[in-house]
């Protein structure tokens, strides 16, 4: 067990002789023990400072004819870097002197602290989680400036932050299913599958690009992947073709043309993308050959989709809308989506933008008029591409290697269970299956945090931090 009850002491700075040297205190029993080797000159009784002060006064020590001049950093209360009262005794950095200083607050009550003890309490205190914990000792180790950036935007709380709101929104979600469970005899559902499936859709998401966060130390490159999705023959080989100005995807009046996948890398202005052309989602299955081998390829284009980090959609100029268009119409203000016309060399007639076209829907105003044929709008389209690429991932950031190592495994069985949980939704199975999925992500996303974590775990991080951290 970790105890908080005790006053902790050690020497802060780094060791070797400076002008000046740091000895940290943390604990309940601050105030008493600075009253029996601490004065402050003038003097002012300790108990009547109430914010975060700086007392000049002097340390007493055992052996050493007078006292040593110091200024008392003191935070009396619990708005401090341990959540408890801290003081720091700044004094002149000399070994022996920060020795001495070390005893007499011993001998008022103290103890020395283990390694990373005050990093430790912090967490404990619920400042810090556990991947600013190890931010904190990514700081101290970095030996060069892209590292410390990383340990230093992690500090910041770059980990900390995703994973409060990825974790926030699973327990929105379980609240709802365990609220369906509890009102069962009521027949009304709580939240729809549609929605269900968003959000399980999107969080899982969020776990990806925290694993990719992890895997950039190793990738070195992160890449935005970039999905075309659209109905068969809207164009989107061609699309894929013109914007990599090869021709890579076999394009063809025959609709259904493409059944797999096709991927291929693509640099705009410095943006790595790997650019994902599908096959064409629904309305036609029944044309096909072989209904199975659309089934698969469509259920291939879902997976590349949920996958994406940028999903473009290509609806053919001039063409009425249909109820997959429709569905995904309804879905596009998502952030992440960009929506284009294709072939608008062929259509005198663009779809109204911005407005209904009396089928209830309303176009996103921003969707962009692109000819493959004529190269109209690709520009404008890398352009989209570039915006929300950045709008959305931010810039890839390294993530520090002890939490990398660490977390990994957990991410990615958080994103086995949202995985898991798709598929019970989608095959229709009970919420309690759904439930326990989400369960079991929302524990191995605590364990990131550190808000599910053993003595072992905690005993193992701590320990390679350096005394007086
Ligand atoms: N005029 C014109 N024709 C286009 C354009 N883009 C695609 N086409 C034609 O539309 C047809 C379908 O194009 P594809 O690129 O194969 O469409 P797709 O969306 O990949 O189709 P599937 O793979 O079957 O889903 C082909 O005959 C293309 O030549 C364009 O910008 N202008
Ligand atoms: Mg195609």
Redesign the pocket.
Known sequence: MHSLDDTIVAVASPPGGAARGIVRLSGPGLRDCLERCFRPDPFVPLTSIQRPTVVPGFVFLHGFASPAPCDLYLWPGRRSYTGQPVAEIHTIGSLPLLEAVMRAACSGGARPASPGEFTLRAFLAGRIDLTQAEAVLGVIDATESAELDAALVQLAGGLAEPLRQLRSALLDVLAHLEAGFDFADEDLPFITSGELLRQIDDSAKQVRRLLDKMAFRSEAVESVRVVLI?R????????FNALLQRSG??????????RDYLTAELEIEGLKCQLI?T??MEAIVADLDDASIAAAAQSMTQAQSRRADVTVL?LEAGRPLDDWEREQLARFDTPNRIVVQ??V??RSSHFPVGEGRGEGILLPASILP?????GHGLHQLKEAICTVAHATAGPPTAVVAGTAVRCSESLRLAAASLDLARDAITSGLGEELIAAEVRVALIELGKVAGTVYTNDLLDRIFSRFCIGK
Request: charged residues 10%; aromatic residues 0%.
């Open positions: 659209g068969p023959n809207a164009g989107k080989s061609s699309l995807a076999i394009v063809s009046a025959q609709p259904g043309t493409t052309d096959a064409g290509c294709t072939k060399d062929l692109t000819s493959s044929h004529t």
